[in-house]
């Protein structure tokens, strides 16, 4: 999450860095589609957890992009680029990212239901329980992680 979040305000608040994911985004017409009309990256919310669900799968989407942009500002001199990347392409980060997305995901509805005014405490705990549930089965299910790796194993 610090590393997401890191090259989050790394993008959002340097004019040169966000220029070039601009530009790389541009470029990448399926990643481009895939962020579902996003242009930048978001920042991690502490307290909205469909919020930080919604961070983790625009940084997820924009990999390609992430990427391809360090490497481009590390190749002009940019240092911090360069340690970003490196952060980035370290197998447990990555592989926290997608699960973790993937995680945060499956509980936004819930999140959402659980704000509710008209929120029934019965109701809430068997919502949990469902969530839970399909968190559990999908632990012990490889055709889900298999779903995930195919995602990445496209050259970049």
């Keep these: 999450?610090?590393?997401?979040?890191?090259?989050?305000?790394?993008?959002?608040?340097?004019?040169?860095?966000?220029?070039?994911?601009?530009?790389?985004?541009?470029?990448?017409?399926?990643?481009k589609e895939n962020m579902e009309k996003?242009?930048?990256?978001?920042?991690?919310c502490e307290t909205r957890w469909t919020s930080r669900a919604d961070?983790?799968?625009?940084?997820?989407?924009?990999?390609p992009v992430v990427v391809h942009s360090l490497e481009r500002l590390q190749n002009l001199g940019d240092d911090k680029a360069?340690?970003?990347?490196?952060s980035l392409m370290r197998f447990q980060f990555v592989i926290a990212l997608v699960v973790s997305e993937h995680v945060l995901q499956s509980t936004v509805h819930l999140s959402i239901f659980l704000q509710g005014?008209?929120?029934?405490?019965?109701?809430?705990?068997?919502?949990?329980?469902?969530?839970?549930?399909?968190?559990?089965?999908?632990?012990?299910?490889?055709n889900v992680w298999i779903m995930f790796g195919t995602s990445y194993t496209k050259p970049l």
């Design 55 to 63: 961070a983790l799968y625009t940084f997820k989407t924009a990999f």
């Design 117 to 142: 005014a008209e929120c029934d405490l019965l109701e809430a705990v068997k919502e949990c329980k469902t969530v839970v549930e399909m968190l559990r089965s999908e632990r012990n299910d490889d």
């Design 38 to 44: 996003r242009t930048k990256l978001r920042t991690l």
């Design 1 to 31: 999450m610090t590393v997401v979040q890191e090259i989050g305000f790394a993008f959002d608040y340097s004019a040169k860095r966000l220029q070039a994911f601009f530009d790389e985004l541009s470029s990448d017409a399926a990643t």
């Design 82 to 86: 360069g340690q970003h990347l490196a």
